[in-house]
C-alpha cells in the first residue's frame, strides 16, 4: 500500500482544525519543515499564533503580507560590508533569506506581527459573521398562521 506525506498540505495552513487532525490520524511521521523554523499555536477558540524563529533579522528585514488567503513571511538579509573581515571557524547560524507562505482558512486575518528576542510573531484570529455563527431557534414562535389585514374599498 502506498503511503503519501500530507504533511505540506496542513503544516501551512491555519483555521483547518479538524482537517489537520484528521490528516494527522491517517498520515505516518511528520517530516521536518525547511528554513527557518516555526510553530503554529492554537491560543484560543479563534484566536492563533504563527512563531518563526529569525534570529540575526531585523525589523526592517523581514516583510509579513497578505494577499486573498495567503500569508507570506519574506527575510532578506542586507549585505554586511564587514562579512569580508570575518574569518569563522564554525559558522551554525543561517544567514539566508527565506519565503514561507501559509494558507488560511475563511475569515482568518492577520492580527499584527512583533519580532522579540530573536522569533517573529504573527497573531491570526478567525472572525465568522453573524449570519454563520451558532444561534438557537425558539420553537414555536413562526408556528401561527400569518394574521390578514381586511381593506376597506
Same mark, same amino acid.
Given at each position: 500500500m502506498?503511503?503519501?506525506d500530507l504533511s505540506p498540505l496542513y503544516r501551512s495552513t491555519v483555521g483547518f482544525d479538524r482537517l489537520a487532525q484528521l490528516l494527522d490520524s491517517?498520515?505516518?511521521?511528520d517530516v521536518d519543515a525547511p528554513y527557518p523554523p516555526y510553530n503554529i499555536?492554537?491560543?484560543? #477558540?479563534?484566536?492563533?499564533?504563527?512563531?518563526?524563529?529569525v534570529a540575526g533579522f531585523s525589523p526592517d528585514e523581514i516583510k509579513v503580507d497578505v494577499k486573498e488567503s495567503?500569508?507570506?513571511? /519574506?527575510? #532578506? /538579509?542586507?549585505?554586511?560590508?564587514?562579512? &569580508?573581515? /570575518?574569518r569563522y571557524l564554525? @559558522?551554525?547560524i543561517a544567514s539566508r533569506s527565506f519565503e514561507r507562505k501559509f494558507q488560511l482558512a475563511d475569515h482568518v486575518e492577520v492580527k499584527g506581527a512583533d519580532l522579540k528576542d530573536g522569533l517573529l510573531?504573527?497573531?491570526?484570529?478567525? &472572525?465568522?459573521?453573524?449570519?454563520? @455563527?451558532p444561534r438557537s431557534i425558539p420553537?414555536?414562535?413562526?408556528?401561527?398562521?400569518?394574521?390578514?389585514? #381586511?381593506?376597506?374599498?
Open positions: 502506498r503511503h503519501f491517517v498520515s505516518g511521521a499555536e492554537r491560543l484560543g #477558540e479563534n484566536d492563533y499564533r504563527i512563531t518563526m524563529a495567503t500569508l507570506t513571511v /519574506r527575510g #532578506e /538579509r542586507k549585505a554586511e560590508t564587514s562579512e &569580508n573581515d /570575518r564554525h @559558522r551554525g510573531n504573527v497573531d491570526l484570529v478567525r &472572525n465568522l459573521p453573524e449570519r454563520m @455563527r420553537i414555536g414562535a413562526g408556528s401561527e398562521a400569518p394574521k390578514q389585514l #381586511e381593506t376597506t374599498s
